[in-house]
Nanobody
Framework: QVQPVESGGGLVQSGGSLRLSCEASGQTMKSYAIGWFRQAPGKEREGVSCITSMTDASTYYANSVQGRFTISRDNAKNTVYLQMNNLNAEDTAVYYC??????????????WGKGIQVTVSS
């Protein structure tokens, strides 16, 4: 069983930065696409960013975060990061890390983390 675990969330002022980390216990993430999703209060969960498997490592971003967020993976540490810069109040949400075996897409994810709160104060 693969269990993603998020860390790095918290409270930040508007314009600030945070870096989220996702580690997966019990399994290397090399063969997985890793996605970051978020859910704000009263809204549906939305995809934020995706990075495909090691041999491809293509990255994708939602329009709302393009140019501000950067996803990356460190296979030696079995960790995926989401660097979030120039944060604003609309980025406030619970952020989830999720894994999809096969590595080509970030849809119908196989494993989900429990989520971590990111709050941006204006």
């Amino acid at each position: 069983q693969v269990q993603p675990v998020e860390s790095g969330g918290g409270l930040v002022q508007s314009g600030g930065s945070l870096r989220l980390s996702c580690e997966a216990s019990g399994q290397t993430m090399k063969s997985y696409a890793i996605g970051w999703f978020r859910q704000a209060p009263g809204k549906e969960r939305e995809g934020v960013s995706c990075i495909t498997s090691m041999t491809d490592a293509s990255t994708y971003y939602a329009n709302s975060v393009q140019g501000r967020f950067t996803i990356s993976r460190d296979n030696a540490k079995n960790t995926v990061y989401l660097q979030m810069n120039n944060l604003n109040a609309e980025d406030t949400a619970v952020y989830y890390c999720a894994l999809k075996y096969g590595g080509r897409f970030c849809a119908d994810m196989d494993y989900w983390g429990k989520g971590i709160q990111v709050t941006v104060s204006s």
